[in-house]
């Protein structure tokens, strides 16, 4: 069945960290792949997608995603963490034949000062 | 701010009752989507309406139904309502039926039934 997995419930990091979320799909071909972040009170922004070709994506806010095909995974990274970066995290996907999104469950990103 | 503009922000009603959810998409914007966002369910998609027709439809329940207008805004209406209804409603647009059309979000519509 076409799934997409967020393993990390909840992530905490320090301001000024490194930061990588993860996130797995399983599905029989590459679907479409996002990250979308959800700030308290505000709904859904996209930071980055991938489509295909390069494996390497930059997005808003300074994040970077890598897709690797032979681990089924779209890990969202960024070098270092500003306290504005705490939110909740979407890994989504969208599969051949669907036009809608599939969710993750979502990581929840704490940042300490 | 997304262009996407939900009505009401905030809604409380009482079991067995209907309310009517508004969805403005962005200018130009003829997919509307509706996702629901409950803490036991996660996001999940409910229906895809695109220029006026319904297009696609996820787990949605037939208590609930939905429509897009000619002026291309849409409405999610909630009937029989129960409490594991509560939930935060999304509405999104893009601006085609493809997958790889972004979707922008609206900031919801948080309904509690008590």
């Known amino acids: 069945a076409q799934s997409v997995t967020q393993p990390d419930i909840h992530i905490t990091v320090s301001e000024g960290a490194s930061l990588e979320l993860r996130c797995n799909y399983s599905?029989?071909?590459?679907?479409?792949l996002f990250w979308y972040v959800q700030s308290p009170g505000q709904g859904l922004q996209l930071l980055l997608k991938y489509f295909s070709g390069d494996t390497l994506v930059q997005g808003i806010k300074g994040f970077e995603a890598e897709f690797k095909r032979s681990q089924s995974s779209f890990n969202l990274r960024k070098p270092s963490v500003h306290w504005s970066d705490a939110a909740e995290y979407f890994c989504a996907v969208s599969f051949r034949g669907a036009n809608n999104l599939f969710f993750g469950t979502g990581t929840r990103l704490t940042v300490i000062p | 701010d997304s262009g996407v503009t939900q009505t009401p922000k905030h809604l409380i009603t009482a079991t067995g009752q209907r309310v009517t959810l508004r969805c403005s998409p962005r200018?130009?914007?003829?997919?509307v989507y509706w996702y629901q966002q409950s803490l036991d369910q996660g996001l999940q998609f409910l229906i895809q309406?695109?220029?006026?027709?319904?297009?696609a439809k996820g787990n949605i329940l037939e208590r609930f139904s939905a429509q897009q207008f000619p002026d291309l805004h849409s409405e999610l209406n909630l009937s029989s309502l129960e409490l594991g209804d509560s939930a935060l409603y999304f509405c999104?647009?893009?601006?085609?039926?493809?997958?790889?059309?972004?979707?922008?979000f609206g900031q919801g519509t948080r309904l509690t039934v008590v």
């Open positions: 309406y695109y220029n006026g027709e319904e297009r």
């Open positions: 599905y029989g071909a590459t679907p479409y």
């Open positions: 999104a647009s893009s601006a085609s039926r493809l997958r790889s059309t972004e979707a922008f």
């Open positions: 200018s130009g914007d003829l997919s």
